[in-house]
């Protein structure tokens, strides 16, 4: 597996590359973010990991860019930055994981193979496939969301998140299944981002339409079902 690794720290970018090849993954390192963008865009990698404070171009610049162009490429964000917005950020730009620093190498290696076989995974899977419930109706392969009949525009986190829900219509899905199935990670319970997408998610599949779909079970989760009329 060929690793591009965006990290201007050049003793945190050594320490990285040699337990990543010790390993036995084939790691490529870009000091700044204009060199890495290039990098990324002009070679073939099996995952990008980019720090977010870059000189030159920011992580979350290179990100979005590369996302734009690439769009199932694994990419894992490293910041010194823990807050909810921060991480909200590195997701709207098209990370797929956020490691904060410091970190242990373990860790590091499950958040990579984690990212890795999902990648594979969705390769593997062609086949159409159609997700629907009430009037809501995803194509997994066009990557289409409508609801009665109107197409809605979601991030790729937003997306994902509401995949998972239509997969469990009705189920109470609490924060922690939500935080492994979405975004590979354990809930932090020292922020809310997950409680963030979803209230962005209400605010596209449920506020232009009369009836909610997106319910919290308070102190136990979220739950996509229609309820019926009193």
């Known amino acids: 597996m060929n690793i591009l690794l ?19 993954y084939q790691v490529t390192v870009a000091y700044d973010g204009e060199t890495g963008l290039k990098m990324a ?3 073939d990698f099996d995952l990008i990991i980019s720090d977010l404070m870059l000189p030159g171009i920011d992580g979350l610049q290179v990100v979005s860019r590369i996302r734009a162009v690439k ?5 894992l964000m490293l910041t010194a930055l823990s807050t909810t917005d921060d991480k909200v950020y590195g997701f709207e730009a098209g990370a797929d994981d956020y490691l ?5 190498f373990r860790e590091l290696f499950a958040r990579i ?3 890795l076989k999902r990648s594979v995974n969705s390769v593997g899977d062609s086949k ?7 009037e809501i109706k995803m194509d997994l392969n066009s990557k289409t969301v409508y609801r009665a009949g109107m197409e809605l525009s979601l991030t790729p986190k937003e997306y994902k998140l509401l995949e998972f829900m239509l997969k469990n219509p009705k189920r109470v899905l609490s ?8 975004w590979d990670t354990h809930f932090d319970t020292g922020t809310n981002f997950i409680d963030v997408y979803i209230n962005y998610l209400r605010k596209k599949v449920d506020k232009p339409f009369s009836h909610k779909l997106i ?16």
């Open 6 to 24: 965006i990290e201007d720290d050049s003793r945190l970018a050594g320490l990285i590359r040699s337990a990543l090849e010790q390993n036995a």
């Open 100 to 104: 904060v620093k410091p970190f242990e």
């Open 41 to 43: 865009l002009n070679s």
């Open 113 to 115: 193979k984690a990212l």
């Open 175 to 182: 924060r922690e299944e939500i935080a492994a199935e979405v």
């Open 128 to 134: 159409e496939v159609i997700l629907e419930y009430d």
């Open 71 to 75: 769009e199932s490429i694994p990419i």
């Open 215 to 230: 319910h919290t079970k308070s102190g136990m989760g979220f739950q996509l079902k229609r309820k019926k009329k009193s």
